[in-house]
């Protein structure tokens, strides 16, 4: 990969003209849509769910909130622990002032301009061509399975990190070939990617893994370079230690749900006639739902290739661009052995789709940069392609409602918006339960009661309130108690004259379960534990130092450059 000065656009307005029509599109995009509440993705009422329970966090000023009380008929639910919730606070608190529907609604036009944003800023450093910027960003931004991940999955998390692969990749075209004092580029993209989605950090390591692996030759060659990636990767750790660390502790606290699944991910490997629909989507309706791909429009820009005759350091970066992304689609295909894998928790192999698309992106904007030199052609192609993204919208839409509406008419109760033991509390698989729990059916049958295992043991008064579980108990002999509390790391129980402490431990069926001693007034109540209380000050001061760190080195080399 190289410096790539090759061709320059000449008209000073490009840039706000690409932005104008990123923010009408962001705009158009989101108002044709419509409210996501009126058929909802796959994950909307979820997510839905940790947008109301961060606005009642801010509200009550209990943040950062572990467990989520409204799930599970009171149950709780460790929401934060396995689902970051960094990026979408902002909107959250928004949510206070606008209702959760609007600030949802926000949060997508938002996130979705940026990342046109973002991709254009990337691609324009690497390329110095504003055209070749501009085509990337609308592609990569606006592709079918962008859409079909925002609307139909309604998978927040991967639809946000979206926004953060352009700085990513921009940080480690610095440390392979660029000036490798932006190192830190690298570490922000994935920091706020980990605080937003952890399998599309995952995939995202893998495919820095191979990017690494084929251009080894640039780090051989300047070793220092291989510091700065490792130095990358090293200040990334505390930084996003608020979550992983939690995310650790709760893990190896207990053996949950997510560790006993059957490995299904060589079940939905993709097969030719899968990439086949992949490659039409945004044009055609899939036999099923469930398929999303790199659409026609992106398909035939990197064919141009076979058009591109010159030989430049441009032209190495669009091939190297290609290429990443061919190794990629084949891997999410059916020729490679996922079944034989231990990686059944990426659940679906097409995830690798968003990264696939980034890079035909690219590559098939520069392309097509070459066909079209002049600026009236370039117009002319533009305009083509935002033609083509506007029928894309509409052929997703129309996609989107047509499966919502059939799956509304045959399971009615998984669209009530309502929390219910028939639609899974819109918890998905309920991955995150502890084993022990027998299952969710368990939790509604059982009640929201306190067990004694010692018959004459009389418990009255039971209340929980903003996480707060309490009640009286008669007792003659010590005696153990299971509680409505699903159980995590954390909890805490005591009597309320707070001196007398009690252990808690996991009873048989993986929820909270003390031992009283005495007759009183019990209070038991989620903590944070240390990891978590210390781990948010490694973070804070690891974010500080990096920004006084870019702070001070940028002036520095401004004073030099004088």
Same mark, same amino acid.
């Given at each position: 990969?190289?410096? $790539? ?16 029509? &990123?923010?009408?599109?962001? &705009? ?6 419509g409210? $996501?509440?009126a ?18 966090a801010?509200?009550?000023g ?7 009380y ?24 928004l ?11 926000v ?16 691609? /324009? @450093? ?12 609308i592609?990569? @931004?606006?592709?079918?399975? =962008? ?15 979206f926004?953060? !692969? ?63 990636l ?7 750790l505390?930084?996003?230690?608020s979550?992983? !660390? ?11 749900y997510?560790?006993?699944k ?23 309706y ?7 791909? @790199?659409?026609? &429009? ?25 290429l ?21 928790f ?25 066909? $079209?030199?002049n ?6 192609a ?13 052929v ?5 409602k ?10 009615? =109760?998984?669209? @009530?918006?309502?929390?219910s ?15 022990n ?13 306190v ?33 409505p509390?699903?159980y995590y ?10 001196k ?10 993986? &929820? ?11 209070? $038991?109540?989620y ?11 490694i973070?804070i ?19 030099? /450059?004088?």
């Open positions: 990969m190289n410096s $790539v000065n090759d061709i320059k656009t000449d008209s000073k307005y490009s840039f706000w003209i690409f932005l104008s029509l &990123l923010f009408a599109l962001s &705009l158009f995009m989101v108002c044709w849509f409210p $996501v509440s058929y909802a993705g796959h994950d909307y009422f979820f997510n839905i769910g940790r947008f109301n329970v961060l606005i009642d801010l509200k009550s209990n943040y950062p909130i572990y467990l989520d409204n799930a599970l008929e009171g149950y709780g639910y460790f929401t934060k622990g396995f689902y970051p919730d960094l990026i979408i606070l902002p909107f959250a608190a949510g206070i002032l606008t209702g959760t529907i609007a600030a949802y609604n949060m997508i036009f938002t996130m979705t301009f940026l990342c046109g944003l973002l991709t254009y800023i990337a691609v /324009n @450093t690497v390329f110095r061509n504003t055209f070749v910027a501009s085509v990337s960003a592609l990569y @931004t606006f592709s079918a399975y =962008h859409l079909f991940d925002w609307y139909n999955r309604a998978a927040l998390g991967e639809s946000l990190s926004t953060f !692969l352009p700085v990513i990749f921009l940080g480690l075209y610095h440390i392979i070939k660029g000036d490798y004092r932006k190192w830190y580029l690298l570490t922000i993209g994935y920091s706020l990617l980990i605080y937003t989605h952890l399998l599309s950090s995952f995939l995202t390591f893998i495919t820095l893994a191979l990017i690494v692996i084929i251009c080894y030759k640039p780090l051989i060659k300047e070793p220092k370079r291989i510091g700065y490792a130095l990358a990767a090293i200040i990334t505390p930084i996003v230690s979550y992983i !660390l939690t995310l650790l502790e709760q893990m190896t606290s207990n053996t949950f997510y560790s006993t059957e490995n299904i991910t060589g079940q939905t490997k993709l097969g030719l006639q899968d990439l086949g629909w992949g490659f039409l989507s945004g044009i055609l899939p036999k099923t739902e469930n398929m999303a791909g @790199t659409g026609p &429009l992106l398909f035939l820009l990197v064919l141009l290739r076979l058009f591109v005759k010159e030989k430049n350091s441009s032209v190495k970066v669009a091939d190297f661009c290609l990443t992304g061919i190794i990629l689609l084949v891997i999410a295909s059916a020729v490679f052995p996922w079944g034989r894998l231990p990686l059944g990426i659940q679906f192999p097409w995830r690798l789709y968003e990264f696939i698309i980034f890079f035909f992106a690219i590559g098939g904007a520069y392309y097509l940069s070459v066909i $079209v030199r600026r009236k052609q370039q117009i002319v533009g305009s083509v392609i935002v033609l083509f993204t506007l029928i894309t919208f509409i997703n839409n129309n996609n989107y047509y499966w919502q509406s059939l799956a509304i008419s045959e399971a009615p =109760h998984w669209f @009530t918006g309502v929390a033991v028939d639609n899974e509390y819109y918890l998905g698989g309920l991955e995150y339960l502890p084993v729990v027998p299952s969710h059916h368990y939790i509604h049958e059982r009640g929201d009661i067990i004694s295992k010692n018959e004459e043991t009389v418990i009255s008064n039971f209340t929980r309130k903003e996480g707060v579980t309490s009640f009286d108990i008669d007792i003659k002999n010590p005696s153990k108690l299971e509680l509390l699903v790391k954390g909890y805490e129980a005591s009597y309320l004259d707070k007398n402490g009690m252990p808690v431990t996991e009873s048989e069926n993986g &929820l909270v379960q003390i031992e009283a001693g005495k007759s009183g007034q019990i209070e $038991v109540v903590r944070w534990t240390a990891t978590q209380q210390y781990s948010w000050y973070s001061l690891s974010t500080i130092g990096l920004i006084i760190y870019i702070f001070v080195s940028n002036r520095k080399r401004s004073d030099v /450059n004088k």
